[in-house]
């Protein structure tokens, strides 16, 4: 099966191709530029494997949580490369992609979602995917807990921005803590291949991100005030 797989969901561009369990990869640090760099990241890649889209058995892409405007660009992107091949899709989740890398069983991945708030999610791995143990949500970094059990791993950049406040609180009840991981193409295309093989793929018109948040123009103790009630 051959699958191409692309994440901007955050300030880093990445794309993979999954060919028949090799992946092919190409990740920059792109800050606002993913409009500008994610097609010839693409083009780039399909061309260095010989292959061209309608050779492709689908495509995935990080539907969220993550940034606004770069969900948006991955799908729109993905929606109009598949209507144009007449491939199906599936949306990936990032903080999936976070718990994958990992290598644990269990996962507290933690994502800056700016105005000092967070995105998380706690899963179990579950034969070879993931189950939630916690459901991906919005919060307040203090809102953030790790489920019951032992040898739960931190992982997310959250561990980083939002450090002061988590790592006080979560780091007595984690194994350990990766902070350096981030939503990757590479890291979701095994997951997609999962999707996939589950029966998730979907026409391309029915793509749509996961934000996760409704409202952006609330002040922070506006939001504190709407967390604490």
């Known amino acids: 099966m051959k699958y191409l797989v692309l994440d901007t969901s955050t300030e880093w561009c990445s794309v993979a191709l999954w060919l028949d369990g090799r992946i092919h990869a190409r990740r920059v640090l792109a800050g606002q ?11 780039d890649l399909l ?17 969220g949580p993550g940034s606004f405007t770069g969900l948006r660009i991955a799908c729109a992107v993905t929606q109009g490369l598949a209507l144009g091949a007449d491939l199906p899709v599936v949306g990936v989740s990032t903080l999936e992609s976070i718990a994958e890398q990992t290598g644990a069983e269990r996962v507290l991945a933690v994502l800056d979602a700016r105005m000092a708030e967070v995105y998380w999610a706690a899963y179990r791995r579950e034969g070879t995917g993931w189950r939630a143990a916690s459901e991906p949500q919005l919060a307040l970094p203090e809102s953030v807990a790790v489920p019951d059990g032992d040898d739960w791993v931190g992982a997310g950049n959250g561990f980083v921005v939002l450090g002061e406040v988590l790592r006080p609180r979560l780091a007595a009840r984690l194994a350990r803590i990766d902070d350096t991981l981030m939503p990757d193409a590479a890291a979701m295309a095994p997951l997609a291949v999962r999707a996939f093989a589950r029966g998730e793929a979907m026409d391309a018109a029915l793509a749509a991100p996961i934000y996760l948040r409704d409202k952006v123009a609330l002040t922070v103790d506006e ?7």
């Open 33 to 43: 530029r993913h409009s500008s760099l994610l097609l010839p990241m693409l083009d």
């Open 47 to 63: 061309r260095e494997s010989d292959i061209s889209l309608r050779q492709l058995d689908g495509i995935a892409y990080g539907a």
């Open 223 to 229: 939001r504190r005030a709407k967390n604490s009630v």
